[in-house]
């Protein structure tokens, strides 16, 4: 058994290392345990991140595990927590090397899976030609011939969206649509294409699409695709550590939380892709930030009777 951790940190993207950063500004003993997976990894480049636009996603988080080694209560381990279950103190957590570690707090920042529609073809094309985001990959896009897959209010959205970035726009609706007239006006006035055919496999050349295949045997010529892509959990250890989940607009099984990150437990946290509606790198650094200040007063709290939640008396 390792000795007590004040806070294990699950997760070592944007959210986690933020929220590691400041743990150990605040001198608070902390385990990061990161399996190197990041949901963005696929990513040639961050897109919008002040300071950092474009770069690729690997490089700042290199550069987030450089920074924590200033900090000597900050230890980074490379894998994953196999098993979690709650204790008296805290946590107890099992990790894939064989070592079960306790702590006072646990914050969950380990993303989400972003699960795409199951193509042929889209597994290569993913996160750079074939995205969810239009914020974050369609500047890289720009001005080329684009396409959404996506039906009813969803499609329309995401089509008038997609013609802020292109004026060749595309919206395919995978079959018979029932878009209503009103919805149908909207799409002509953008100058919004609309195709019904049956999508069976997208075409690409390494990373790059060419083309979207039709069950009927023909092809349509495109640039980019965006697509939704609903997210997961990775695994089970936010339901083992008793915190809640709840459906919400992209993801069935979001970690809730309040405004304070604090899920139904009252010594388990969450920040990040895993806890919201609206992905990306910059509010999951923004979470990880607010969610450590918490943690740390919660600790204080415990130590000399700080007044918690914070504002109370």
């Given at each position: 058994m390792d000795h007590e951790w004040e806070c294990v940190v699950v997760g070592g993207g944007a959210a986690g290392l933020s929220a590691a950063l400041v743990l150990g500004r605040a001198r608070r003993r902390t385990l990061l345990v990161d399996a190197g997976e990041p949901s963005n990894g696929v990513a040639p480049v961050i897109g919008g991140l002040l300071g950092h636009d474009r770069r690729p996603p690997r490089e700042l988080y290199a550069q987030g595990r450089r920074e924590l080694q200033a900090y000597p209560s900050v230890t980074f381990r490379e894998g994953c927590v196999l098993?979690?279950?709650?204790?008296?103190?805290?946590?107890?957590?099992d990790l894939d090397d064989g070592s079960r570690v306790t702590a006072?707090?646990?914050?969950?920042?380990?993303?989400?899976q972003y699960c795409p529609p199951p193509l042929p073809g889209i597994e290569q094309?993913?996160?750079?030609?074939?995205?969810?985001?239009?914020?974050?990959h369609a500047w890289e896009l720009r001005d080329r011939r684009l396409a959404t897959l996506a039906a009813g209010a969803e499609g329309v959205n995401t089509a008038l969206m997609l013609r802020g970035w292109s004026d060749d726009v595309v919206l395919l609706t995978d079959g018979p649509s029932e878009l209503s007239a009103d919805q149908r006006r909207l799409l002509d006035n953008a100058e919004v294409g609309v195709d019904e055919r049956r999508v069976v496999e997208l075409i690409g050349q390494d990373d790059r699409l060419t083309a979207i295949a039709f069950a009927d045997g023909t092809r349509l010529e495109r640039d980019g695709l965006l697509v939704e892509a609903p997210l997961r959990q990775r695994d089970d250890l936010a339901g083992q550590l008793g915190a809640q989940c709840a459906a919400g607009e992209l993801a069935s099984d979001a970690i809730g939380i309040d405004e304070m990150h604090r899920t139904s437990v009252h010594s388990v946290f969450a920040a990040g892709d895993t806890c919201t509606e609206e992905p990306s790198v910059a509010s999951a650094i923004a979470a990880g930030s607010q969610a450590a200040k918490i943690i740390v007063q919660s600790l204080l709290a415990d130590e000399f009777g700080l007044p918690y939640p914070p504002g109370s008396n």
């Open positions: 098993r979690g279950a709650r204790s008296d103190g805290g946590s107890v957590l006072k707090r646990v914050l969950l920042a380990t993303g989400m094309l993913w996160g750079v030609t074939v995205f969810q985001c239009p914020f974050c």
